[in-house]
């Protein structure tokens, strides 16, 4: 305990064991959905569900291990959501990479950042994007998990004519996923930690008696194999532009989400002293370190978790609440039976594949990440254009990175037309270049 005490300096954060470990139980409970929807998600890009499974907990409890031990921050980390839609529907399904290649870009995006953290070019990167378009990056990635989700619930098919209608809402898929939504917000609402979690099983327990338990799995086993992703990476070829543009996107969403991470718990833990963050470098390393941890492993860019704030909410101030975190995953590797379960897939008249039980934390999540909109200068046309364009164009063209790349572009372009040059940056005119670059490229 005495060593314990001074590692983590307990007294030093008015903390004690008992408070750490129950502040690093909270922040898993809000955010285990993802042990659910990773393989959900990777698995729409041909990777083997089990091998995400085992990849997804292995590496959350690596990168929490990391985040406790190295930089002694109450800040979990998991593959993100937004990075996994990315990788799958946008890298792999809709610009027709593999997922090994993509697991590779991944990894080159884990370095650079790793490269970055120890220069000041990570500053210069960051300080060089505008607000505007941060803020509607990820506002627009919240629109298209909630798309996602929407088609996933069965609320929403597919319609040529028009692109998407109404689901049948008085079918039983439907009227799960529904469920399952309704229950979350008012978790939500009531502030009961775990609300999306909570939402889930419900959603499950009600399928299954629906259906009468037809695809209930078991709850223990032995972790699935992870040999079908293990080091499947694919380094070969990725000397072009989409390759530099996935990088660059992948890179990008890590920092912007990591930073606001950081930002916020970071202040809301009281780790700023003196308008400075403490080992604000260590905690970055960590992020980055996960991510290539991730990738060799077999799932998406792994990074800070926003749920962390939960658990600094019930007292979380040190490394140890991370490493609860880290703990509790390793605990979910014998529960792999359980989240298959709550996977559950069900076939439409059309022959679509929906999954209603995880079908609710998407469009939750999304909605939670929906209010960053709110800082957006919509009265100053030259940022709340390309802040609308990024916006629109993430989820109306299936596709993460035309949405950050018109936000780019059109950024410097409205800005130069304008008469507004200082507002864009060296860095930004060479960030806008690169994109329009594969644009034209792909285009001859």
């Avoid at 995400?52 to 979990?76: E, H, K, Q, R």
Wanted: include cysteine; glycine fraction near 8%; proline fraction near 3%.
């Amino acid at each position: 305990m005495n060593f314990i005490n001074k590692f983590f300096k307990l007294k030093e954060f008015s903390t004690d064991l008992k408070t750490e470990i129950t502040g690093g139980l909270t922040t898993f409970l809000t955010m285990s959905y993802i042990i659910f929807v990773q393989p959900q998600v990777l698995g729409a890009a041909g990777m083997d569900k089990g091998a995400v499974f085992t990849a997804t907990c292995l590496s959350s409890a690596i990168a929490c291990f990391i985040m406790g031990i190295y930089a002694n921050y109450p800040i979990a980390q998991a593959p993100l959501i937004g990075e996994n839609f990315f990788f799958a529907y946008t890298v792999v399904l809709a610009m027709g990479l593999t997922w090994q290649k993509a697991l590779g870009l991944v990894f080159i995006s884990g370095i650079v950042f790793l490269l970055l953290t120890m220069t000041k070019i990570r500053e210069k990167l960051i300080d060089s994007v505008p607000d505007c378009l941060k803020f509607a990056i990820a506002s627009g990635i919240g629109l298209f998990i909630t798309l996602i989700g929407l088609k996933e619930s069965g609320l929403i098919v597919a319609n040529p004519p028009t692109f998407v209608k109404l689901g049948d809402i008085s079918s039983i898929p439907v009227l799960i996923s529904s469920a399952g939504l309704i229950v979350t917000a008012t978790l939500f609402a009531r502030n009961i930690k775990g609300g999306i979690l909570f939402g889930m099983l419900f959603s499950a327990i009600i399928a299954y008696i629906i259906m009468g338990f037809s695809g209930f799995s078991g709850i223990f086993s032995l972790p699935p194999s992870m040999s079908s992703t293990f080091l499947k990476l694919d380094l070969t070829g990725i000397l072009n532009w989409d390759s530099i543009s996935i990088i660059l996107i992948f890179l990008f969403m890590s920092i912007f989400d990591t930073l606001g991470t950081l930002v916020g718990v970071g202040i809301q833990a009281g780790l700023i002293k003196n308008g400075k963050f403490e080992r604000i470098s260590k905690a970055l390393v960590s992020d980055a370190v996960a991510t290539t941890c991730g990738s060799l492993l077999g799932t998406s860019t792994v990074s800070s978790y926003i749920e962390s704030s939960t658990g600094v909410a019930n007292g979380g101030r040190t490394g140890l609440t991370a490493i609860t975190v880290g703990f509790l995953f390793l605990l979910s590797l014998f529960f792999a039976p359980l989240v298959s379960s709550v996977n559950l897939q069900i076939s439409l008249p059309d022959k679509s594949i929906i999954h209603p039980v995880t079908a609710p934390a998407l469009i939750f999540v999304g909605a939670l990440m929906m209010s960053t909109i709110k800082h957006i200068k919509w009265e100053e046309w030259t940022d709340s254009i390309p802040a609308f364009l990024t916006l629109v164009l993430i989820p109306f063209t299936f596709n993460i990175a035309d949405g950050i790349a018109f936000g780019f572009i059109s950024f410097v372009l409205l800005k130069t037309l304008s008469g507004k040059t200082k507002e864009v940056s060296l860095i930004l005119w060479i960030l806008a270049l690169l994109f329009l670059s594969r644009y034209i490229f792909l285009v001859s």
